[in-house]
């Protein structure tokens, strides 16, 4: 048995740091292939993410999400308006 079992039910506060960042790099990782975009366009994305001066210890200060989250759903959009859409 794993001793770095990560409780699906425990908030953040209660994870540590490296737990933390591991669970949401699984997360991005098992995302299911049907809901994502395209390699190219998540890089786009995120290089449209880190220019941007809204971007603050790898949140969106506009809305909280984690970029690298909703860069990667078909779905999502940027809060602050069209900054993804293709030019």
């Known amino acids: 048995m794993s001793d ?10 209660e994870l540590g740091e490296d737990e933390y960042f591991t669970a949401l ?16 366009e998540y ?12 971007l603050a210890n790898g949140m969106c200060a506009v809305c909280g999400c984690y970029v690298e989250l909703r860069a990667l759903k078909t779905e999502q959009h940027c809060p602050e308006g069209d900054k993804w859409h293709k030019v």
Do not use: M
């Open 4 to 13: 770095n079992i990560i409780c699906r039910k425990c908030l953040l506060a």
């Open 25 to 40: 790099r699984q997360y991005i990782a098992d995302y299911p292939a049907e809901k994502r975009v395209p390699d190219g």
């Open 43 to 54: 890089s786009r994305r995120l290089a449209v993410c880190r220019n941007c001066e809204r």
